[in-house]
Nanobody, 121 residues
Framework: QVQLVESGGGLVQAGETQKLSCAASGSIFSINVMGWYRQAPGKQRDLVAT???????NYADSVKGRFTISSDNAKNTVYLQMNDLKPEDTAVYYCNAAVKTTRWDNRNLYWGRGTQVTVSS
C-alpha cells in the first residue's frame, strides 16, 4: 500500500506565505507525477499544481506567479510554496501521486487526507 501525508497547513493572514509538504511512503516502485488539489467548502476539488518526475510543472491560472510546486524525488516528497495568500485560497489542500508499486503494475492514483489552509483578511 501507499500512504501520502500532508503537513504545513494552518491559519495565516492575507499576503503571508505558507509551505505545504506531502510525503509518499509504502510500496513504491516509481512515481511519475505528483500534484496538489484543493477543495473549498461547498465546491468541487480543483487542480492547484502538478509536477512530473522530470520536473515539468503545471499550474492553475488562479495561482500562477504566487505558488510554486517542487519535489524531492529521492524522498518521494512534493512541496507547495504559497506566497501572497488570499482569502479565496482558503481550502483543504490534498496531494496525490501516480504510483507504480512494482515494475509490472499499472499506475494508480493515491491521495492524502488533506490539510486545512485558512487565509484571513
Amino acid at each position: 500500500q501507499v500512504q501520502l501525508v500532508e503537513s504545513g497547513g494552518g491559519l495565516v493572514q492575507a499576503g503571508e506565505t505558507q509551505k505545504l509538504s506531502c510525503a509518499a511512503s509504502g510500496s513504491i516502485f516509481s512515481i511519475n507525477v505528483m500534484g496538489w488539489y484543493r477543495q473549498a467548502p461547498g465546491k468541487q476539488r480543483d487542480l492547484v499544481a502538478t509536477i512530473t518526475a522530470a520536473g515539468t510543472t503545471n499550474y492553475a491560472d488562479s495561482v500562477k506567479g504566487r505558488f510554486t510546486i517542487s519535489s524531492d524525488n529521492a524522498k518521494n516528497t512534493v512541496y507547495l510554496q504559497m506566497n501572497d495568500l488570499k482569502p479565496e485560497d482558503t481550502a483543504v489542500y490534498y496531494c496525490n501521486a501516480a504510483v507504480k508499486t512494482t515494475r509490472w503494475d499499472n499506475r494508480n492514483l493515491y491521495w492524502g487526507r488533506g490539510t486545512q489552509v485558512t487565509v484571513s483578511s
